[in-house]
C-alpha cells in the first residue's frame, strides 16, 4: 500500500496563488507516475495534472495550463502543485493520486492509490 497525505490547502482571493503538497510513503516513490485531480462540489473529479516518475514530462488540463505547475522531489517523496493566477472556479478539494508504471494518465480509474484530499477556496 501507499499512503499519500495532501497538505496546504486554503484560502485565497481570486487572482492569487497557493502551494499544495502530497507525501507520500510505504513505496518505492519514484516507481509512480503522480497526478492531481480535483473535485468541485457535486462535479465529477476531475484532471488537473500529471508527471512522469523521474519530472521530466508533464502534462495539464486545459483549464490550468500556464497557470498550475506541478513538480516532484523524488528525493523527498513529494509532489507539489503550485497555482497561480486562481480563478473562483479552481474551488475544489484536490487530490493525489499514483499510478505505477511509465505512462502519464488523465482517468482517475488508471491510478492505484489516493489521498484524502485538501480543500482549496477561492474568494471573488
Known amino acids: 500500500q501507499m499512503q499519500l497525505v495532501e497538505s496546504g490547502g486554503g484560502l485565497v482571493q481570486a487572482g492569487g496563488s497557493l502551494k499544495v503538497s502530497c507525501v507520500a510513503s510505504?513505496?518505492?516513490?519514484?516507481?509512480?507516475?503522480m497526478g492531481w485531480f480535483r473535485q468541485a462540489p457535486e462535479k465529477e473529479r476531475e484532471f488537473v495534472a500529471a508527471?512522469?516518475?523521474?519530472?521530466?514530462?508533464?502534462t495539464y488540463a486545459d483549464s490550468v495550463k500556464g497557470r498550475f505547475t506541478i513538480s516532484r522531489d523524488n528525493a523527498k517523496n513529494t509532489l507539489y502543485l503550485q497555482m497561480n493566477s486562481l480563478k473562483p472556479e479552481d474551488l475544489a478539494i484536490y487530490y493525489c493520486?499514483?499510478?505505477?508504471?511509465?505512462?502519464?494518465?488523465?482517468?482517475?480509474?488508471?491510478?492505484?492509490?489516493w489521498g484524502q484530499g485538501t480543500q482549496v477556496t477561492v474568494s471573488s
Open positions: 508527471i512522469a516518475r523521474n519530472g521530466d514530462s508533464t
Open positions: 493520486a499514483a499510478r505505477y508504471g511509465s505512462y502519464l494518465r488523465t482517468t482517475p480509474s488508471h491510478y492505484d492509490y
Open positions: 510505504g513505496r518505492t516513490f519514484n516507481m509512480y507516475v
